[in-house]
């Protein structure tokens, strides 16, 4: 097949495709008909790097945040929504997961508190 300077194939609006063939070929990596699995994964990997979690995880990937941290971000998430920038969605399980962040870390602290009196206890009043 010659070498084309436009992709041969035709876009979603039926308009020809503006892309730039690969070499030797007479179409673009989106519509080479030999390359669909690698299409398939591009758009996978394009999908995920956009994922609300990478981009969680990437900004916050510095282990747990204390109080205030969860505060900011609740507070940042609700102004977000109230401008439009964050979805309802997004905020919900931003609310959840601050929620389940503080029981859990009261639960640890009521734990930490509990095993502390305990180890004062006499020994003799454990074992009852």
Sequence with gaps: MQN??????TNQSGDPCSATPLPGQGWCV???PDRAEARREMSRKGGLAKRNTIRARK???EGALDSDQILGL???TLVGVLSGR?????ANAV?????????VREAVEV???LAA???VLPTNRRAS
Excluded: D, M, N, Q
């Design 4 to 9: 084309a300077t436009r992709c041969h194939a």
């Design 30 to 32: 989106w519509h080479h």
């Design 59 to 61: 900004k916050y990937a």
């Design 74 to 76: 609740v507070g940042t």
């Design 86 to 90: 964050i979805s309802p969605g997004v």
């Design 95 to 103: 609310a959840a997961l601050a929620r389940t962040s503080i029981v």
């Design 111 to 113: 734990e930490e508190r």
């Design 117 to 119: 009196l305990e180890a």
